[in-house]
């Protein structure tokens, strides 16, 4: 994220911006965005640290253990958990150095359509996160679905 939020001049994104990986190729092309927008940047995936911190427990179900076992089906590992793209979770910043959490303003059938540039392997995890209201602020799940559409790069 820190390097698509220096290419783009931006902390968020929209439908038209390319994603770049650390190395600066472009990856993921945002083709639409119907949620409204905002996607945070800014804050680290959930980990069981940041559940001991807020005092929900080391065993909370957690974005960065997702990605870990997400990346042990495919015989792969990540030592370091990179930056995410908190698809649908607002982080605005307030006063130009103040975070606040918010709860989702996503309408229902909100999307976001991405296009993969190259090869790349993507993790969603559905955030866990029940400590912040970033996900609602209820506690209670709701659908979200992920649709991957093979097509040629010329289409
Ligand atoms: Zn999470």
Known sequence: MEHCREVLQKITFDAGDVLVTNLYR??????DDTSGGGHDTLIAACSAAMYVRAGAGGDHPNCAANLNKALAGQGRSCPVTP???NLFMLAPVRDGQAIDYVRPTCPP??????????????????????VYPTNGGDGSPCDVALEVIR????D
């Open 109 to 130: 059938g909100g999307f976001v359509e991405v296009r993969a540039l190259i090869d790349c392997l993507m993790v969603f995890s559905a955030c866990p996160d029940d």
């Open 26 to 31: 472009p990856i993921l092309e945002i083709l």
């Open 151 to 154: 097509r040629s790069l010329t």
């Open 83 to 85: 930056a995410p793209w």
